[in-house]
Structures are given as C-alpha cells and as structure tokens.
C-alpha cells in the first residue's frame, strides 16, 4: 500500500485486493461488511446524489467513548461498483468535527488475474486536524492507524475471510512487538 505524505490536505491511498469490484464496492457500502473491519462501525447508505451518509459506532467503540455517530456526509456521486464520491465529516472529536466536511473518493478498477485497484482520495482543504488522524499520525497515541490501518484490514477481510481483530482494543495492534 502506498499513500502520499501523511499530513497533507489531499490524501491517496491505493490497495491492490483479490477481489471484484462488486466484491469491494459491498465492503464498503454495507453494513454487515463495514462491522468486520476497520473501526467495526456500521454504514447507512443512501446511494443517491444528495443521499445521506453516516457511521455508527459499534458497542466496543461506544464503550471506549466514542460518539454514536462517528461520521457523517453526503453522497456526491454513486456508479457502482466503480466510483463512490462524497463528503465526508469526523464527529468523533469536537475540534475535528468542527473543521467541517471534507471530500471522500472511492475509486474502483479491476485489472487483471482477479486483482482489482482500490484508490481511496481523501481531499481535506483546512482541515489539519482531520488530515493527522486520517494519516494514522496518532496511531502512537492510541487513536488508530487511519485510512492504511482501515485498508489493510479491508484487504485481509476480502481475500482471508478474516479481519485483523482490532476491534475493542485501544487501536491498532503495535507491529513493533
């Protein structure tokens, strides 16, 4: 996985699953794949232009305190299972929350031998506090590991079947030991 560098107000991380698009596009868009990876929160969808978007958080999450809505936005533009654009608000922390919404991208693109690109760009014009935590920069703080911490474990759902059991500790496993 590369991504660009960490504290930048645009973001780009790119993933390479076995997995088809359909495959991807439901572990995104659905709630009973986004609660087996990443954060374990799960999505409302409303796949129009001007839908809504949100994030629950799960019990575990909510019994470390974390908000009952974790994020929420609107869906810009939906072409399954190619393209999902949206906006895209932290409500997790105050100061965070209040820096506004930001512009989540999903891009989509099978390629060859079952392996399909995965492109996730986070745009976060005035938003330095959002841009630090979505970067996984406060992964040493306990905070979690962002979007490569979310990727990695959506990759190794789709192609093991299994998730990275994160969820209900206090943030990404240390890999140092």
Do not use: C
Not at 17 to 32: N, V
Not at 44 to 62: F, K, N, Q, T
Not at 130 to 145: P, R
Request: hydrophobic share 35%; net charge negative.
């Amino acid at each position: 996985m590369s991504t660009t560098q960490t504290q930048t107000s645009t973001q780009v991380y790119r993933v390479y699953i076995k997995a088809t698009p359909q495959a991807i596009w439901d572990a995104i868009t659905a709630p009973e794949w986004t609660r087996k990876y990443g954060y374990g929160g799960s999505v409302e969808y409303d796949l129009r232009p001007g839908g809504s978007y949100r994030v629950i958080a799960s019990a575990e999450a909510m019994a470390m305190g974390s908000t009952e809505i974790m994020v929420d936005g609107e869906v810009i533009e939906a072409d399954p299972p190619h393209k999902l654009v949206q906006t895209w608000r932290m409500l997790m922390s105050e100061a965070v929350a209040a820096e506004g919404f930001s512009r989540l991208t999903y891009e989509i693109k099978e390629g060859k031998g079952g392996v399909t690109k995965l492109t996730v760009i986070h745009d976060m014009p005035d938003a330095p506090g959002m841009a630090v935590m979505v970067s996984g920069g406060l992964e040493d703080q306990g905070a979690g590991g962002g979007w490569n911490w979310i990727l990695s474990d959506l990759k190794s759902l789709l192609e093991t079947g299994e998730s990275m059991q994160w969820q209900g500790d206090a943030g990404p496993p240390d890999q140092d030991g």
